[in-house]
C-alpha cells in the first residue's frame, strides 16, 4: 500500500508484514489486517512464514530501526505508545541515516546494511551498526515466565546536533561558543578548546533563568 503526504502524494510504499492482507477500512483507506479480504484471489499464494516482529516500546516521536530485521521500520507517535512497523519494499532495506522522503533505501551489502543488536555484549547501551544517531539498551522482562527471562530491547534516537558516543548522546561542537540545548531552555552548551581540541559541556542557567538563543546567554 501507499503511505501519501498531506498533499496526497505518494510519502513511501510499504508491504503489509507477515501473514497480513492489505485491505480497505469502512472509510476507504488501506490497512493491514490479520483476515483475507473476500475478494482475495485464493490462487494467489500465502505469504511466507516469518519471525513474528514485535513492535518496540516508543522513547521518542519519529522513526526507529527494527533491532533485528534490517528490512522493518518502526513509526512512533509518541513516548511510551507502541510503535507501528512496516516493511521496506523487496530488495530495500531502512536506511538509519535517511533524510529524504523515504526511510527505505536499495540494498547494497548485507553485513553494512543489516545491523543487528548484540545483546550478549556488556555494556549498557550498545551502538545499532555504524549508526551515530541511534542506539540500543537491552534489559530482561520482568514478567517473563522463561529460564533465564526473556530479552527485550528498546531503541533510542539522538537529537540533532548530537551523535552517540557510546555512553550518551554528546554534543557536537562544531566551533567556539554557547549553543542551546533542544531539550531544555534552562541550560546550554559550552563549547572551547582545550589543549588544541574543541570540545563542549552542558551547564545549567542559575535560578529561574532561561538560555536565550539569539544572545548566547542565560537571561
Known amino acids: 500500500m501507499n503511505i501519501c ?15 497480513t492482507y492489505c485491505t480497505e477500512d469502512v472509510a476507504g483507506a488501506a490497512t493491514c489486517e490479520l483476515d ?21 516500546v516508543c522513547t521518542a516521536e519519529g522513526f526507529f530501526p527494527d533491532p533485528y530485521e534490517c528490512n522493518v521500520f518502526h513509526y512512533c507517535s509518541g513516548y ?8 521496506c519494499p523487496e530488495n530495500t532495506v531502512f536506511n538509519p541515516e535517511f533524510n529524504s522522503s523515504s526511510p527505505c533505501k536499495a540494498k547494497e551489502d548485507d553485513e553494512s546494511d ?13 551502538h545499532f551498526g555504524t549508526s551515530e544517531k541511534y542506539f540500543a539498551y537491552c534489559w530482561e522482562d520482568p514478567d517473563s515466565t522463561a529460564d533465564p527471562k526473556e530479552i527485550k530491547v528498546s531503541m533510542f534516537m539522538c537529537i540533532e546536533g548530537t551523535s552517540f558516543d ?9 566551533e567556539e561558543g554557547n549553543f542551546a540545548n533542544p531539550r531544555s531552555s534552562t541550560t546550554y552548551y559550552q563549547c572551547y578548546y582545550a589543549n588544541e ?15 536565550d538563543e539569539n544572545l548566547k546567554i542565560c537571561r
Open 197 to 211: 581540541v574543541l570540545v563542549g559541556r552542558m551547564l545549567t542557567c542559575p535560578g529561574s533563568r532561561q538560555f
Open 80 to 87: 511510551g505508545l507502541q510503535s507501528d512497523f512496516q516493511t
Open 5 to 19: 503526504d498531506e498533499t496526497g502524494d505518494v510519502f513511501f510504499t510499504v508491504t503489509c508484514a507477515g501473514d
Open 114 to 126: 543489516c545491523s543487528q543488536v548484540d545483546c550478549t555484549e556488556n555494556s549498557v547501551f550498545k
Open 166 to 174: 557510546g555512553v550518551q548522546c554528546a554534543f557536537q561542537c562544531k
Open 36 to 56: 483475507q479480504p473476500a475478494d482475495c484471489d485464493d490462487e494467489v499464494p500465502s505469504p511466507p512464514e516469518t519471525t513474528p516482529i514485535e513492535p518496540l
